[in-house]
């Protein structure tokens, strides 16, 4: 990771550099016939594809979940310290991550981003880039786009940033997390097409310095806040299906009217729970998590220690950019030992190798049969009970509890809980609902 960030009045200076090269349309183009076709398009929703960041990569199972375990690490600081169209798209998935692909411009060209319900911000790099990451794109050149426009200091978007603005600098951006990562740059808006619709000012940070683990070609964020892609559209309703963590089939992120649970399509019983808002935390999905069962047993949690504070702290934020599920330290203890106690294994350590806690060493002889305690997570209304493949891990001989100790009273609900589950998000009902679903068949 590379030393500390410049200040933000440095930040600002250079920022205005870019800000004030002039960018002339390259093109000259009539919109009426792609916003005809894309009113149409609309009515009946799109989708983007999601894949894994290195579904491409050589690693071992090892090294991909190692890797993953360590970014639900980094993610957790990030959330303890932070601050229209109908839309159907493929997400890729991969250490641990979701990614979307997208085009920005006129003409549009292609990049991959993370998929973020625990962030706003929908970033990419530009050029000029002072300090970027290698990305496996070029990067965005503003000056090649005839649909870029520079967002000013009186937008009510460049408000929500909360960053110094002076109008003849235009509206400069430092977002940064947790874990020391950061992007900064400054807000603009442009034409976004996904797979086949096109959308245009959409808000996003033009990003020329960045520190930190790459995300592709950058970020899109799904929060909660105006700044999110959910809320630019406008859209009350998204959803996501993912497949396996550690394979290469896709995924499917949804925006609109398709998002919403249709019980007909072929999935198991639908399950719903309210989402709990944070007013000191206004990006994140809280769920209100009652309990969790292990086998038999209900583990006698503290009713409080899932419970949301009044000072912003505690709660449990359902992320789709966490890989493991990570538990406050008194009930993560109770689910540690409940396991060790049931499943009849030895214990090994693994952790070096898996960055997890708690793995047992599997029999040598294939035949013999491995018993594994069921799983349910409690949350209000809804009894959550994770497929087997969701929270035990196989791999050289192990098997691995795919959760961690968040080291803190907030707890994070990851994506590998989440996979082969169809999640609904339903901002107008404030609900959050759950379907088994084969998400590469979705």
């Known amino acids: 990771m590379a030393s500390s960030p410049p200040s933000i009045s440095s930040l600002l200076f250079l920022t205005l550099a870019l800000i004030l090269i002039s960018i002339s349309p390259a093109f000259s183009t009539s919109h009426q016939a792609l916003d005809d076709h894309q009113d149409q398009l ?28 360590k970014r639900s690490s980094r993610r957790l600081q990030m959330f303890l310290t932070a601050k229209h169209p109908k839309l159907r798209t493929t997400v890729y998935a991969g250490e641990g991550e979701y990614v979307m692909n997208f085009s920005i411009g006129t003409p549009p060209k292609s990049y991959y981003g993370t998929m973020d319900t625990g962030s706003d911000l929908i970033w990419t790099q530009c050029q000029p880039c002072l300090e970027c990451f290698s990305q496996p794109d070029p990067k965005f050149d503003p000056r090649k786009s005839s649909s870029f426009s520079n967002v000013s200091c009186s937008n009510n978007l460049c ?68 700044l999110s892609l959910v809320s630019q559209l406008g859209e009350p309703t998204f ?15 949804l925006i609109g009217s398709h998002a919403r649970l249709n019980s007909s399509g072929g999935g198991g019983e639908i399950k719903t729970t309210p989402l709990i808002q944070n ?33 912003g702290s505690g709660g449990l934020i359902i992320d789709s950019g966490t890989t493991i599920t990570q538990l406050a330290e008194s009930a993560y203890i109770l689910v540690l030992q409940e396991f060790i106690s049931q499943v009849k294994l030895p214990v090994v350590d693994t952790f070096n190798s898996t960055g997890l806690d708690l793995c047992f060493e599997l029999p040598s002889d294939p035949s013999d049969r491995v018993e594994i305690p069921p799983l349910v997570f409690h949350f209000t209304d809804a009894d959550l009970d994770l497929p087997r493949e969701n929270y035990m891990l196989f ?41 088994p679903t084969e998400c590469d068949k979705f």
């Open 395 to 435: 791999d050289s001989g192990i098997m691995c509890l795919a959760m961690g100790n968040s080291s803190d009273t907030s707890s994070t609900f990851g994506n590998i809980q989440q996979q082969n589950i169809l999640v609904v998000y339903d901002l107008y009902k404030e609900t959050l609902s759950f379907m």
């Open 239 to 253: 959803s996501y299906c993912l497949t396996s963590w550690n394979g290469s089939k896709h995924s499917t992120l």
């Open 42 to 69: 609309m009515k009946t929703g799109f989708k983007i594809t999601l894949n894994h960041i290195d579904s491409a990569g050589n690693f071992t199972n090892s090294k991909r979940l190692y890797r993953a375990v």
């Open 279 to 311: 007013p000191k935390q206004p990006t994140f999905y809280y769920l209100s998590l009652e309990g969790i069962t292990i086998g038999r047993t209900r583990l006698p949690v503290n009713k409080t220690t899932f419970a949301l504070n009044a000072d």
């Open 159 to 226: 408000h929500d940033l909360n960053s110094p603005c002076k109008a003849h600098d235009g509206c400069g951006y430092n977002y940064s997390y947790g874990d020391g990562s950061f992007t900064a740059g400054y807000l603009a808006t442009e034409t976004f097409t996904f797979e086949k619709v096109s959308v245009q000012n959409i808000a996003f940070g033009c990003g020329i310095f960045q520190f930190g683990p790459e995300s592709g070609d950058g970020l899109v964020g799904l929060g909660r806040g105006p």
